[in-house]
């Protein structure tokens, strides 16, 4: 293998990384708080959309991000309202917030279908970057590469080494104990949820701004799912996130860089490893049910109705 | 003030209610985007919801979409009945599609009576095939449906595609990505002629009638409904989990491979890239509209079905986008969401200086 095809496929498996990460980790703060949000995969096209008009209109991508994240959020206020205010079925309610994020992005885009833009460039890291074959191997990425790291090591030690992170790991423990204690559980929840709605409203708009820069209906194309697969491959831990993500962004673009591997399979069947790869890691993490009992937020998916 | 106080019991009449109170909201919400795209509200209605149904072929179109609606609808509210999440339906109706399609390319061109029905049995058990993944991985590996009957709907997807483009293409078709069309013999038969409503509409009714007696009147189906509603119950009692989630599983890819097969065997004629405008996941809707009850779905799939051909009507004579359909539909889940609160739920009035606060 020559080393640019290397650094091709290198390059392109961290961008097909990056959304899957986003997603995942907005997802896991959100499960860590004991709240199951099915709609990633309608956060995730709403912050397409949102970016990707806003970036437009604007010219700025930088507004396209945070157009992004404010939609993904407006879509997770939404969930937050019905499922922790109004007590609705969480997978139900989930499943709502996909089905609406597929159509009212597909409806706003109507009018975005065929334009391109120029996208996110390579930010090249001063110095590392010259470094040869190492540099445009390791440090020649997009901003939002080494974002989407910064975010995993965040929400690392949000969790994991704050007082935020330990109430809000008792709320998706043990709600009632937390209530008991005085925490505001479902103030807690609505932040985690709207968190998470905001990191994956921002890996959508990473699709529409930088991985394809382009609007197309339904682009997410199931990401928004492999991410909440991710969760569980990486039993609620942020850095096993990271493992998992790269590893689909490697499965993924097997696919653009197969003829050029010396692959001789038709392009849908390769398409499909990323779905078939998910269905994979799933039943290796699951086969053992200890696995999840041990690490799984206790109150996962259960609604909590503050009494008395 | 108002609080939200729970319900002793749940409110039966809400239950009814919930769903009419959600499409009610779902037109006031429809009202409110026509008049913002600049359009008369109750003129786009008319094009929406009359119009569709003022001519015999319209009604005939309306049948025929609500058939596939109601075929993964009422697989689906029976799975949901006993909480197995099977959302792959999509996936399930595609590999109906491609089952009973390679059944009729196969046997292109033989005439016989024993033709049709070999297409839609090879569909149901391709649906159920594609279902079994799931169940299998569930019970043996405990991974969750969700996701893996999701992640199959892609691959199924994708195989059609590959199929359509590559081994079963039309050669003489202009390198369209699309089979031959099927023959008479592997064509469901029309019901009326004129109207391309078909045979299925027929089977889908009678499959809603047999669901009715499954869910109320067998021993199965108290079995599935009691492990959903208290899964500790069902265990006490000895009712299998793993038998409820094949049952339910394979009930729902049956009935979407069947709604699958019933498309390409039905208006669509032959194989094309995708069997379906989403019909897998508007069931989702339907099953949960129509309360999990077959006579449920029924209505739900024919207000979903009208919402796809008011979409049409709507995009051909106002120049609307035929993207509103998938708007209302995840509106009509929301508010259903949101109504059904009160089913366990009531607002009561804060008393004036109650010392309630905590």
């Not at chain 2, 786009?44 to 109601?70: I, N």
Request: glycine letters at 12%.
């Amino acid at each position: 293998m020559s080393p640019e095809l290397l650094i091709a496929i290198v390059a392109s498996s961290a961008a097909a990384a990056t959304p899957l990460i986003l997603a995942a980790a907005g997802e896991l703060v959100a499960e860590r708080a004991g709240v199951l949000n099915l709609g990633q995969e309608g956060m995730m096209l709403a912050g397409a959309i949102a970016g990707f008009a806003a970036t437009v209109t604007s010219g700025s991508l930088a507004l396209g991000f945070v157009a992004g994240m404010a939609a993904g959020m407006a879509l997770a206020l939404l969930f937050g309202v019905l499922a922790l205010t109004l007590q609705t079925n969480q997978v139900a309610t989930g499943l709502a917030l996909t089905l609406f994020g597929v159509g009212l992005s597909a409806f706003l885009g109507r009018d975005y279908v065929g334009i391109s833009l120029s996208g996110l460039k390579p930010l090249a890291l001063p110095l590392l970057s010259d470094i040869p074959v190492l540099g445009p191997l390791l440090f020649n990425f997009d901003p939002l590469v080494y974002a989407s790291l910064a975010v995993l090591a965040a929400t690392h030690v949000l969790l994991f080494r704050t007082r935020a992170g330990l109430k809000l790991r008792a709320v998706g423990e043990s709600p009632h104990s937390a209530h008991a204690i005085g925490q505001p559980v479902i103030g807690i929840r609505y932040l985690a949820v709207l968190a998470g709605g905001a990191l994956s409203g921002l890996g959508g708009a990473y699709l529409s701004l930088a991985l394809t820069p382009m609007w197309v209906e339904g682009m997410s194309a199931g990401r928004g799912w492999i991410a909440l697969a991710l969760v569980v491959f990486a039993t609620w831990k942020p850095w096993r996130v990271l493992l998992g993500a790269y590893l689909f962004g490697g499965v993924t673009v097997l696919q653009f860089h197969g003829q050029a591997l010396g692959i001789e399979v038709p392009s849908e069947i390769l398409s499909m490893l990323p779905y078939l790869a998910t269905v994979l890691v799933l039943v290796l993490i699951c086969r053992n049910p200890r696995t999840i009992l041990l690490n799984q937020p206790m109150s996962l998916g259960q609604n909590f109705f503050p009494r008395g | 003030m108002v609080r939200l106080e729970p319900r002793p019991e749940p409110s039966r009449r809400m239950m009814f209610a919930s769903p009419l109170i959600a499409a009610a909201l779902m037109i006031v919400t429809g009202y409110v985007m026509f008049a913002l795209m600049g359009r008369e509200p109750w003129q786009a209605f008319h094009v929406f919801f009359v119009q569709p149904l003022s001519s015999a072929y319209g009604v005939g179109e309306w049948l025929l979409k609500a058939t596939p609606l109601m075929l993964c609808g009422v697989g689906l509210a029976l799975g949901f009945r006993a909480r197995a999440w099977n959302i792959g339906a999509e996936g399930q109706l595609t590999m109906g599609a491609i089952a009973g399609g390679g059944v009729a390319l196969y046997f292109h061109g033989v005439d016989a009576a024993w033709l049709l029905p070999l297409i839609l049995l090879a569909g149901v058990l391709g649906g159920m095939a594609w279902a079994a993944i799931p169940a299998f991985l569930r019970t043996r590996f405990h991974t969750s449906e969700i996701l893996v009957s999701l992640m199959l709907v892609y691959v199924a997807q994708l195989l059609l595609r590959y199929l359509v483009n590559g081994p079963w293409k039309d050669p003489a078709g202009f390198n369209f990505p699309q089979s031959v069309m099927f023959h008479d013999a592997a064509l469901l038969p029309l019901l009326v002629d004129g109207l391309r409503v078909n045979i299925a509409f027929v089977i889908a009714l009678a499959l809603l009638a047999a669901a009715w007696l499954f869910a109320y009147r067998s021993f199965a189906g108290f079995r599935m409904q009691v492990s959903g509603l208290a899964p500790a119950a069902a265990s006490y009692a000895g009712f299998s989990d793993k038998r409820n989630v094949w049952l339910a599983l394979l009930i729902g890819g049956a009935s979407a491979g069947l709604a699958g097969v019933g498309e390409v065997a039905g208006p669509l004629g032959q194989l094309q890239p995708s069997a379906s405008p989403g019909y897998g996941f508007a069931a989702i809707i339907v099953a949960f509209v129509g309360r999990l009850h077959p006579l449920g779905v029924l209505l739900a799939s024919l207000l979903m079905s009208l919402l796809y051909l008011g979409g049409e009507t709507a995009q051909l004579e106002l120049g609307l986008p035929s993207s509103v359909t998938g708007l209302f539909q995840g509106l009509l889940l929301f508010y259903l969401l949101a109504a059904d609160l009160f089913i366990h739920f009531r607002f009561k009035p804060r008393a004036a200086g109650s010392s309630e606060a905590t």
